[in-house]
């Protein structure tokens, strides 16, 4: 009943942080105590079993359905885990000089003012617009939900952000939580998982602002030949034809 009051509230004002930290805290405070339901239910229900007590099939069904036959790793395997996936995703990016890759020489300088200039509150708007729901959030607990609901104060402050991220060079949206699947072979083995990182959602909207502007520089500057339709939006297979 707290958890349904809290998302109540929080739903009417996404934008007031202590709601927020404290509807964060009822959910996990529940989540916390159905685990805890859990685990005790499935322990007395094993212990009956090895007792020798009358049998509940349905239970013991039920038993069997919850267990989980995925090997439990201790903590060296979890630094082990850490150890991999950081080093997978801390290698270095670089930079290119878009100026460097068009088709031929260009009579005038590319305008890099498409790539440089302000975001506008129009840019910010329209790539809010192609946001979808349901998606999960990284480490700062925004959703792409409470990103289409902010109100004109929230939409000032979130421009302000990538304005000054854009003129610093600085993106501060590095972390994501990752999630290791595991795939087959040995189980310890952190090769044998494949790593499901989910990002911040502000990152991901600020990132397809800048994707929409070198789609648009390199469409000006450098467009891919006629005969080149792979990945181009609205074409299809028999325009090859």
Request: charged share 25%; with cysteine.
């Given at each position: 009943?707290?958890?349904?009051?809290q998302?109540?509230?929080?739903?009417?004002d996404?934008?007031?942080?202590?709601?927020?930290?404290?509807?964060?805290?009822?959910?996990?405070?529940?989540?916390?105590?159905?685990?805890?339901k859990?685990n005790?239910?499935?322990?007395?229900?094993?212990?009956a079993?090895?007792d020798?007590?009358v049998?509940d099939?349905?239970?013991f069904?039920r038993l069997?359905?919850?267990?989980?036959?995925s090997?439990?790793l201790?903590?060296?395997?979890?630094?082990?885990?850490?150890?991999f996936f950081?080093?997978?995703?801390?290698k270095?990016?670089?930079s290119?000089?878009?100026?460097?890759?068009?088709?031929?020489?260009q009579d005038?300088?590319?305008?890099?003012d498409i790539?440089?200039?302000?975001?506008?509150?129009?840019?910010?708007?329209?790539?809010?617009?192609?946001?979808?729901?349901?998606?999960s959030?990284?480490?700062?607990?925004?959703l792409?939900?409470?990103l289409?609901s902010?109100?004109?104060?929230?939409t000032?402050?979130?421009?302000?952000?990538?304005?000054?991220?854009?003129?610093?060079?600085?993106y501060?949206?590095?972390?994501?939580?990752?999630?290791p699947?595991y795939?087959?072979?040995?189980?310890f083995s952190?090769?044998?998982?494949?790593?499901i990182?989910?990002g911040?959602?502000?990152?991901?909207?600020f990132?397809?602002?800048l994707l929409d502007?070198?789609?648009?520089?390199?469409?000006?500057?450098?467009?891919?030949?006629?005969e080149?339709l792979?990945?181009?939006?609205g074409?299809q297979?028999?325009?090859?034809?």
């Amino acid at each position: 009943a707290v958890v349904s009051t809290q998302s109540g509230h929080y739903g009417r004002d996404h934008c007031n942080s202590a709601l927020r930290k404290e509807y964060f805290t009822q959910r996990n405070k529940h989540s916390n105590i159905v685990n805890k339901k859990r685990n005790a239910f499935l322990f007395n229900l094993n212990k009956a079993i090895e007792d020798g007590h009358v049998l509940d099939w349905k239970k013991f069904k039920r038993l069997k359905q919850e267990n989980d036959s995925s090997p439990l790793l201790d903590k060296f395997d979890l630094a082990s885990f850490h150890r991999f996936f950081s080093n997978l995703y801390s290698k270095p990016s670089h930079s290119l000089d878009l100026t460097q890759h068009t088709q031929k020489v260009q009579d005038t300088p590319p305008d890099l003012d498409i790539l440089n200039k302000p975001i506008t509150h129009l840019e910010l708007s329209k790539c809010i617009k192609k946001l979808k729901k349901g998606k999960s959030c990284s480490t700062d607990l925004i959703l792409n939900e409470m990103l289409q609901s902010m109100t004109p104060l929230c939409t000032k402050a979130v421009l302000k952000t990538f304005n000054h991220s854009l003129q610093s060079g600085l993106y501060p949206w590095h972390t994501s939580v990752i999630t290791p699947i595991y795939k087959s072979g040995n189980p310890f083995s952190p090769d044998n998982y494949r790593a499901i990182a989910v990002g911040s959602c502000l990152g991901k909207l600020f990132s397809s602002i800048l994707l929409d502007r070198m789609i648009e520089f390199k469409n000006a500057y450098c467009p891919d030949p006629k005969e080149q339709l792979g990945f181009s939006k609205g074409a299809q297979t028999n325009d090859h034809i």
